[in-house]
């Protein structure tokens, strides 16, 4: 018995080791050898993944891309992007254009179960919403029925349109456009009473529009839209990578580490937690792959959620949207990352 046992804690103790050491699948392998992150992303949504007027890119999808290059290389700017529409995106990621897929994406159980992919987290938690003309005097979705909703094809938001005008016993006419800049502009010409798409969308197409305050998004909320990164399957090496460098930045929130503080952090800290985040202790980088820095450079180069949410989206963006659902689990939201350890 006593041999037997020692056997099985052998075995288990080998086993421990082995899983505790990543072993690099195709799509990680290929990211190492070619020295960068190709990250598709959108033909440009402010806040989310569009161009400054130097031709950077700049976004939350931005920064989860710029988070994944900092982890693996550490260095952020190692990332080229693709701008893909909502009908190119999966075909995309799908045949290999991409490594990553990081475009304001709804992750639902058909694409998650029917197309060959995985999402590697929720970066963002939104909802359908409407926004319409204050000149049309409509305050209410449901004052809406025989409205001309413009609204962008291949997404779901068609089907979540369809779905609540027909449970609210409304009519509708759609009219449908490939991207979203060809939807807004078609709003703000006139061609339709109202543009629908994730609130957060409306909030960012707003801006663009030739006199903003002339339209405002409607109160209700029609359906759950948790955005967020995915990647092909089949490589769960890179998967996790993805899933982590995600990962980090809210739990670099939760621990109160910043871009701006993390090098005293480093230096002072005695806290075992932010010690294993900055890689002082614990040897976590190897699991996955990477240096032990890799938490430290993602933070330090791209910052943490809240830093990442508040420059790009919150209220001290041009879109001033409010934390809300995406705040930390401990401050009213249902952001939540599992722990690094």
């Not at 046992?5 to 288990?12: L, Q």
């Not at 976590?284 to 933070?299: N, P, Q, T």
């Not at 963006?317 to 722990?339: E, V």
Request: charged share 20%; with cysteine.
């Amino acid at each position: 018995m006593h041999k037997l046992r020692w056997m099985a804690v052998g075995t288990a103790f080998s086993f421990a080791m082995v899983a505790g050491t990543a072993h690099a699948g195709a799509t990680f392998d290929a990211v190492k050898n070619k020295g960068y992150v190709q990250c598709g992303v959108s033909t440009g949504l402010p806040g989310f993944s569009n161009t400054d007027d130097k031709g950077h890119w700049k976004g939350m999808d931005v920064d989860v891309c710029r988070a994944v290059a900092a982890a693996m290389f550490g260095d952020a700017n190692k990332v080229r992007y693709t701008p893909l529409t909502a009908k190119e995106r999966f075909t995309a990621l799908q045949s290999g254009e991409v490594d990553v897929l990081s475009r304001n994406t709804t992750w639902t159980l058909t694409r998650d179960a029917s197309l060959g992919i995985n999402f590697a987290g929720v970066n963002y938690y939104d909802g359908q919403g409407f926004m319409v003309k204050k000149a049309l005097g409509v305050k209410s979705a449901k004052d809406l029925s025989g409205a001309t909703v413009c609204v962008q094809s291949g997404t779901t938001t068609e089907l979540n349109l369809a779905d609540y005008f027909r449970s609210q016993h409304m009519q509708f006419k759609p009219v449908t456009f490939d991207t979203s800049d060809a939807t807004v502009k078609a709003f703000d010409a006139g061609r339709c009473d109202v543009l629908t798409s994730d609130q957060s969308q409306l909030y960012a197409l707003r801006i663009l529009l030739a006199n903003p305050d002339s339209a405002e998004v409607l109160p209700e909320i029609i359906s759950k839209e948790p955005l967020g990164p995915s990647v092909r399957q089949g490589d769960d090496e890179w998967f996790n990578l993805v899933k982590w460098s995600l990962f980090a930045m809210l739990d670099a929130e939760n621990l109160g580490i910043t871009s701006k503080n993390i090098d005293s952090l480093k230096a002072d800290s005695n806290n075992p937690a932010i010690q294993r985040f900055i890689g002082v202790k614990g040897g976590l980088g190897k699991m996955l792959g990477v240096s032990d820095g890799w938490a430290y450079d993602i933070v330090k180069q791209v910052g943490n959620y809240s830093e990442s949410f508040e420059r790009n989206v919150g209220m001290s963006s041009p879109l001033k949207i409010r934390r809300g659902l995406n705040a930390l689990w401990n401050q009213g939201g249902i952001q939540y990352a599992p722990p690094i350890r």
